[in-house]
């Protein structure tokens, strides 16, 4: 006879309730029964107190499926199916059950349901206790493409600062949030919440603020989700399931290469594979294929592989294989050498090559892929993609073949490969001054309005600083720096938190037209730049580091490995993994994300003078090119990870003295992917009439003036000439343009319209504090009577208003046009300029002219 349903429950509850400790009050069960394929779990309460926010956990034998839940929504990862319910049985009454809305799932073979957890406790009542309920959970719903987490705190305290880390399938994208902000890496959405439900009061939800955002595909589920890096569900972490089928394919006398089954993720998802040889650590890889080195020949060897997840959780180790490394007497003969190597494809920073196999009487092995002396690959088949390289650098690849006896054979014949440019044409860098929105009012939505957005390749945001005490990448502060410009401590912890992510934007000054709530986590010029780079895709945006005032200690971070390595993690990790410090409630992990798409070094000066007070070391040229180094290997070792290349690029000097003292041009050349060269401020008067008070000059002329009184002088061309004899490729070199320009007064007249001529002191500026300095349009709307003169022989721009008057050097549409017609004839790669408030598209489009 068949028990019906009711009776079979009964008697599973019994079952469970004999084996429940006497401890166990607030404890859920869960009992399921199967009708085909269609499963129903029980869930009853058989303590004294209601329990609440309970989550249901089980697998299934691989290759089946769930769906079609009812009461609540499921979510499978592999063979693991998570259940969440509906909140009308989100609380089960003291000795009461789930029914008769008890969770339904269909799954897609009739199979029984095993490793049944509900709460982090066994389903049945046996085992430990179920862990404290987690701090915050979140239920994540999805109707189309229209999604929504609402997150709860469970505990008996308020909750800040919380933030979601959620993963979402290959080629599925979020955005549009609502009560929230979402940034995405690869598959990885960070959201974080507005102001207003940042905090969730105990026992409550975020409710009727929850975050609601977008997705790019209908129905679209999270594979895994964390809320404050705990399982959204609530449940405890798992490691992943142990990597299966551990073989040896290939060996050698030194090496054994060994693949493996991808392992099943548990809680996160897989980001690599530990491999030991016995119990010590051989290797850490990405994939499932891994060649160990450095053995002893006719040799037993046994490995083991384990897989590792985002938070680092190791699985169970796989079972070990046992390989017994080559007796290198049995053979000593080398394969043939490989033919034809070639390259078949590249891009800016990688180079696929290609070869004829070897021969080898006892078999090939592997080809090792040399890149000058250098092994940067070592592949059993012959082709290879190679990676991390740098934009317009030429690079020397050969090819050896290693036989199962570790015979090497000669190198192939080396072939030249030189990567593509970094952009298509030429270059147009811009800086962008973060102090810009006050008395100049420029925002980043004039980028826009004025034109420039849609001409410009890059945008530099000038400036980020250095911590004094701290020496790391300095955020999350507003701080002004000293009004007189020769304090050495000027700077010092300077910074403006508020205008780079806590103010918010009008309506009128946002680029989209939508005003800043107040609210948002991302505001200010950061969040303008997220706009900006939507409406236009093309545009790459960099921090730049330094400048004039904030280089002080920039010797101090270089000085040391450790320094070096502890600076640059800080800068990536603010700037990059945009995990900016809290300020006045805006901020935290992962709100800045996306803003920037690398980093602009502007040390100003290794070696050499700079501002006053700047730290000056006689090792600065030599660890100017470690930093520049080290930058380069944390950004390529992040682009592993997020499959994003990063960008880096430096401000270097215009004066030979400078280059000399501080930077070694072939050294950094490969770590960089573009150099933007001074091509200004080569004369002027100081706003506290110190440099060059008493005698006029050009700040930016392309050649050198016939009629300069000085020896040496200097001039834009005479510049890009130390970079190219120093082997630099020109496809690496921007030149600098003033937007702005330096002014006299009282300069007497003669020579050629007060050209070279004495003068007394700086000029009236556009602001009382920059003396001698005026944005191009200020100059040419706020100096009556300033006539304009070409000096055609040094191609430099200059305006004079009579004797005893004003004489002002500047960049204007005409000396754009000649340089930007010399930069192509020198085949440079584009133009830099200092920056973008001073002209309101007049200039932007001579250079955009001139470029075409």
């Known amino acids: 006879m068949r028990r019906s349903f009711t009776s079979l429950i009964a008697v599973l509850l019994l079952m469970a309730l004999s084996t429940l400790p006497a401890n166990a009050a607030g404890r859920l069960l869960a009992a399921v029964t199967l009708s085909g394929t269609n499963a129903t ?4 309460n058989p303590g004294t107190a209601a329990v609440s926010g309970w989550t249901l956990v089980f697998e299934l034998p691989a290759g089946v499926t769930a769906s079609s839940p009812q009461n609540g929504s499921i979510r499978q990862n592999g063979t693991r199916v998570t259940f969440t319910p509906a909140y009308y049985i989100d609380t089960v009454q003291a000795g009461r059950n789930t029914e008769p809305y008890s969770p339904k799932v269909t799954f897609s073979s009739a199979v029984q349901p095993t490793s049944c957890t509900i709460n982090g406790a066994n389903c049945d009542g046996t085992g430990g206790e179920p862990p404290p309920a987690a701090p915050l959970t979140a239920t994540y719903d999805v109707a189309g493409t229209s999604a929504k987490f609402v997150v709860a705190n469970n505990g008996t305290t308020p909750i800040t600062n919380w933030s979601i880390v959620f993963d979402l399938p290959a080629g599925v994208t979020a955005g549009n949030a609502q009560n929230g902000a979402i940034s995405q890496s690869g598959r990885t959405v960070t959201l974080t919440p507005a102001h207003y439900n940042g905090t969730i009061a105990a026992g409550r939800t975020t409710e009727p603020y929850s975050p609601t955002f977008t997705v790019s595909t209908s129905g679209a589920e999270p594979t895994s989700c964390r809320v404050n890096d705990v399982n959204c569900d609530g449940t405890p972490d798992t490691p992943p399931g142990a990597p299966g089928n551990l073989r040896s394919p290939v060996k050698t006398t030194r090496t054994v290469s060994l693949a493996w089954n991808a392992a099943t993720p548990g809680s996160l998802p897989i980001t690599g594979y530990e491999v030991y040889n016995g119990t010590a650590s051989a290797a850490t890889v990405s994939g499932t294929e891994a ?23 190791l699985s169970a180790a796989s079972a070990p294989v046992t390989v017994v490394t080559n007796n290198p ?14 390259s078949t494809a590249k891009t800016n920073s990688t180079v696929t090559l290609a070869w004829d196999a070897s021969t080898d009487n006892t078999g090939v092995a592997n080809y090792d892929v040399l890149n000058g002396t250098t092994v940067v690959a070592t592949v059993t088949g012959t082709t290879t993609v190679v990676t991390g390289l740098s934009p317009s650098t030429e690079y020397a690849f050969s090819v050896r073949a290693r036989d199962s006896y570790d015979n090497l054979s000669a190198a192939s014949t080396v072939v030249r490969v030189t990567t ?15 102090w810009g929105i006050y008395g100049r009012q420029y ?7 004025t034109g420039a957005a849609a001409k410009l390749t890059h945008i530099n945001y000038a400036f980020g ?20 410009p020769q304090d050495p401590n000027q700077g010092d912890g300077a910074g403006d938190a508020e205008a780079d992510y806590a103010r918010p934007f009008s309506s009128g000054q946002s680029v989209d037209g939508v005003a800043d709530s107040g609210w948002d986590k991302l505001q200010g010029n950061f969040n303008q730049f997220k706009k900006l780079k939507v409406k236009h895709p093309h545009l790459k945006v960099l921090i730049s580091l330094g400048g004039w005032t904030f280089s002080k200690y920039f010797s101090d971070v270089a000085a040391t490995d450790a320094a070096r390595k502890k600076f640059v993690s800080s800068c990536i990790d603010i700037y990059i993994k945009g995990n900016l410090p809290l300020y006045n409630g805006y901020g935290g992990p992962g709100t800045g994300l996306g803003v920037f798409d690398g980093i602009d070094l502007d040390w100003e000066w290794p070696g050499a003078e700079g501002h006053a007070g700047n730290h000056i070391g006689p090792n600065d040229k030599a660890n100017n090119t ?11 070792a992040l682009s592993a990870t997020t499959g994003k290349r990063y960008l880096l690029t430096s401000f270097t000097p215009a004066d030979p003295v400078k280059i000399a003292a501080g930077w070694d041009l072939r050294a950094i050349a490969g770590d960089l992917d573009m150099m933007n060269i001074q091509g200004y401020d080569f004369h002027g008067a100081g706003s506290d009439n110190s440099w060059e008070p008493n005698r006029t000059g050009h700040q930016a002329n392309l050649h050198l003036d016939t009629d300069s009184p000085y020896n040496p002088d200097f001039s834009l061309e005479k510049a890009v000439d130390v970079y190219l004899n120093a082997g630099v490729n020109p496809r690496k070199l921007n030149v600098g343009l003033a937007y702005y320009g330096r002014g006299w007064k009282e300069v007497a007249a003669g020579g050629k319209n007060g050209e070279w001529q004495t003068a007394n002191g700086a000029a009236q500026g556009q602001f009382p504090e920059e003396a001698g300095n005026r944005g191009y349009s200020n100059l040419v709307a706020g100096v009556p009577g300033c006539t304009v003169y070409h000096d ?25 046009g000649k340089k930007a017609a010399w930069l192509r004839s020198k085949n440079l790669l584009g133009a830099m300029i200092w920056e973008l408030s001073g002209d309101t598209g007049v200039l932007t489009t001579a250079l955009d002219t001139g470029l075409r």
């Open 291 to 313: 060649t160990v080195t450095g053995l002893t020949p006719n040799t037993s060897y046994t490995f083991t592989v384990k897989a590792k997840d985002r938070k680092g959780t």
């Open 626 to 636: 470690l930093l520049i180094a080290e930058f380069r290997r944390q950004l390529d």
């Open 443 to 449: 925002f980043v939505k004039n980028i826009d309005t």
């Open 420 to 434: 593509s440019d970094l952009v298509d044409g030429h270059a147009r860098v811009a800086y962008f001054v973060q």
């Open 792 to 816: 055609v022989q040094a191609v430099a721009t200059y305006c004079y208003t009579g004797a005893n008057g004003q004489w002002w050097s500047f960049d204007d549409a005409w000396s754009i």
């Open 329 to 342: 007497a049995n053979d000593t003969q080398p394969p043939t050498v490989p033919g034809n190597l070639r």
């Open 41 to 44: 779990f029980l869930v009853s």
């Open 465 to 484: 600083n250095i911590d004094p005490v701290n020496l790391t990448c300095l955020q999350g502060v507003t701080k002004g720096t000293t009004s007189n």
